[in-house]
């Protein structure tokens, strides 16, 4: 791709709430464009397309016809979680780059086989994290590596709202991978890794309905130099979706939603004059996804196989903190 002039197509793969929201993004980032998209409804595609797309973008009434098209780079998963190894294994198949929704897959031995399939076919892949895109938390997990913030001891984030949807939404049904944790709390501890780094230990309680998934789950972590965290996911409450994080020094409060702050502000104990304000080192694009697709441009660019900011081996590591607690706390999959 090094070189080519024409913008990175697209194929969007499902017309879903989070398509929407990518597509509108996707709209504001230089060299990218919406080139197709496939719903297993042509009727729903087409209306996608009219108010996604460009005139040339193509519509497709399947993911089989959506992948195969020539026009089409990249494509960008957001079918419900147990759907998502389906969609990446044709789109690799038929020779394209993936960017697949979160998380992504039920469990590790599914993702694995994932990016089994990306490297098989020398193809990218990366999970839509785009937390870890996000130009505050970049900025902010650089700048406390270097220990500006002083040591971090305790991080704190929660993640929630009161999911009121049938029984069969993809929120709440066990087939389609529903449940807090893997929706919503892979949020506090994708953020609780990427700022304090592995876990070496992590116990949760849960709320469990009667179907088998989660619907509440409180999690507690050690992790390295001491660090721990409490993270929190809930599909029946209106979480505060803050976080922070206490050092020796003082405090750092992520403004707004913590998966998509608008600023980390530092307070020093006892010197509030001194407070440092981190508001991304680049523009924030759309709502955020717009930076996650930028990444997924300049990797492709580069010819790299795999984002530096969302490596296969973080999604996986996360990905087996869920399948661990899943196992503590009773949640299973019909395919588990
Ligand atoms: N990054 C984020 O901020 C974010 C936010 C929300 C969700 N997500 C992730 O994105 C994925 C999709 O979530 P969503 O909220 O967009 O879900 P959604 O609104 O239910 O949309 C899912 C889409 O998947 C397709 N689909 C294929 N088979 C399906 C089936 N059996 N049941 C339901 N839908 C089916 C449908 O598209 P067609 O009818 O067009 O085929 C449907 O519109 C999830 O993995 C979720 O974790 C990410």
Redesign the pocket.
């Known amino acids: 791709m090094t070189g080519n002039p024409d913008p990175l197509g697209w194929g969007i793969l ?6 929407r ?1 990518f597509a509108a993004d996707l709209a504001l980032v230089p060299g990218a464009r919406l080139a197709a998209v ?4 042509e009727t ?2 087409q209306a ?1 397309a009219s108010e996604y797309g460009d005139s040339g973008t193509r519509v497709h009434g399947s ?1 089989a016809s959506l992948v195969a098209d020539p026009a089409v780079d990249v494509v960008y998963v ?4 147990s ?2 190894l389906a969609g990446a294994r044709a789109a690799f198949a038929a020779g394209k780059h993936v960017l697949c ?3 992504l897959t039920l469990r590790t031995a599914d993702a694995e086989e994932m990016v089994r399939l990306a490297t098989e076919h020398d193809r990218f892949l990366m999970e ?1 994290m ?1 937390t870890a895109c996000h130009p505050v938390v970049r900025e902010l997990r650089r700048d406390l590596a270097t220990g500006r913030f002083g040591t971090p001891r305790h991080l704190a984030a929660e993640l929630g709202f009161r999911v009121d949807a049938a029984p069969t ?3 709440l049904a066990p087939e ?2 529903g449940g807090a944790l ?2 919503m709390g892979i949020y506090p501890l994708t953020l609780a890794h990427l700022l304090l780094g592995e876990a070496e230990e992590l116990r949760g309680v849960a709320t469990v309905a009667p179907s088998g998934i989660d619907l509440d789950v409180a999690i507690a972590g050690r992790y390295p130099n001491g660090a721990v965290a409490t993270l929190h996911a809930s599909m029946t409450s209106w979480s505060s979706r803050a976080a922070s994080i206490a050092t020796d020094l003082g405090r750092i409060i992520l403004d707004g939603d913590f998966h998509h702050p608008t600023a980390a502000v530092f307070t020093p104990i006892g010197r509030p004059d001194q407070q440092v304000v981190l508001a991304g080192e680049e523009p924030v694009i759309g709502r955020g ?1 717009g930076n996650e697709i930028a990444e997924v441009g300049r990797c492709l660019r580069a010819g790299l196989r795999e984002s530096p900011l969302v490596p296969h081996a973080q999604t996986l590591t996360v990905l087996r903190q869920m399948d661990a607690l899943r196992a503590d706390l009773g949640i299973r999959y019909p395919d588990d």
């Open positions: 499902a017309t879903g709430k989070i398509a929201a496939g719903s297993r409804s729903s595609a996608f993911y957001a079918t419900p979680h759907l998502h929704e979160k998380p839509a785009w939404d993809r929120m389609l991978g893997l929706d996804y």
